[in-house]
């Protein structure tokens, strides 16, 4: 076989061949092999030596296709139920095995990155309760272990969804800081009638309705963290007040003369363009630079969706747990569509949807069917199918070539900017634009694949 199969796939595949079961596990084991063809031939002796030996192969994890003629098409069909890959006929189509090969070494691949980001988490690369071992969020742990133990204003920026406030936790909990309290203020959710009273806190009688003195966010937060979420939501009145209590250090409550030093650290977060709103009027230069001593940018999902698996498999455990389901792990398909999409939400919105499809799903694994229509629609133009010129799915994925190809063009061939302004992930949109180019495509392929 091996000769026929070097010719066959030796433009996409470097085929390597091993007798025995032995040899197998040497090549496995050394990180030559990515998939294992397991050969059941009828007409070869030690049949059922060679069945036994590829269920112990199947049985350590090693992703396998079965080729079988058709007289062991039952005992194909068993080992694939024990946790083989797939099964081919022998001899077997080209076309089908090439298709059959490339979706197994994507399996292989996502289950090496599993393991890598097992390995991570167990070296505790993460930064507290983050997750994600990827450069991005490298760079995230890495400034904030730089803040830690500074008492330096920390300006925490990005996206609804990426996690600003697990990073200003992250920052209390690995400094000295880390048993005294730590407050978390949504300047959006508190009326600007009461935003005052509930930062500075009032004595009684201060205003209509007060019934006795309270303390304010700045003083709970005493010698701990003081965490102000949205901080473009504030009016410019109340900034003002802001910017005097940073710059004195202290602040008095409603209706007292009485000033109180300001011991809490603080750390500030937004999802606005603070310096456009600079710029037009809407928030206070010297108050933006007091803020903005050290920076941190919280990156979007879409930004480093190699740490999908590792976020997408913490919620699957926490929420497996709490609804008590019995959930292993998700499928490779539902997987490699988890990483494709464009998750405008970011983190939230994944914490969303595997809780959903942990609701739904009902045998040990999530599915491709567990996830919400939209993540499975966007796949659909990934089926390397070539239809009709005519047909409709050719028509729609030639209007989402010339939209891709449009967005790159009018984002001055930034791919990052441009999937982002079409809302899909930098690699979907790859995928488009190489639709277009089918010959570079397969010359791409043919060289980017790994071996069998």
Known sequence: MQPLLSSALGRDFQILLESNEDGVNKLVSAGDCDVVILDLNSNLGSLQERIEG??????SQITSVVMADDGLRATAV???RQGAYGYCRRPPSIRDLKTMLRRAHENSSLKRQLQS???????NVSCDQMIGSSPQMQRVYDLVNCVTDLNASVLVTGESGTGKELIARAIHNLGSRASRPFVAVSCGAIPETLIESELFGHEKGAFTGTVGAREGFFEQAGDGTLFLDEIGELSLYTQVKLLRVLQQREFSRLGSNRLIPLRARLIF?????????VAQGKF???????????????????????DIPQIATHFLRHYSQMYQKSLKDFDPEALAMLQSYAWPGNVRELENVVQRAIILARGEFIRAEDLPINLREENVVDIADFHPAGSFERQLRDYK???????????????????RSLCISRAYLHRLIRLAEPDQIFEEEAQGMGTA
């Open 54 to 59: 590829s269920r112990r192969i199947i049985a």
């Open 78 to 80: 068993d080992l694939v």
């Open 117 to 123: 980001v097992q390995q991570r988490l167990e070296e």
């Open 269 to 277: 977060a937004t999802h606005q363009d603070l310096a456009e709103m």
């Open 284 to 306: 206070r230069q010297d108050l933006f630079y007091r803020i903005n001593v050290m920076r941190i940018d919280a990156p979007p999902l879409q930004d480093h969706p190699e």
């Open 401 to 419: 070539i010339k939209l891709a190809e449009t967005a790159v063009r009018e984002n001055h061939g930034n791919k990052t900017l441009a999937a």
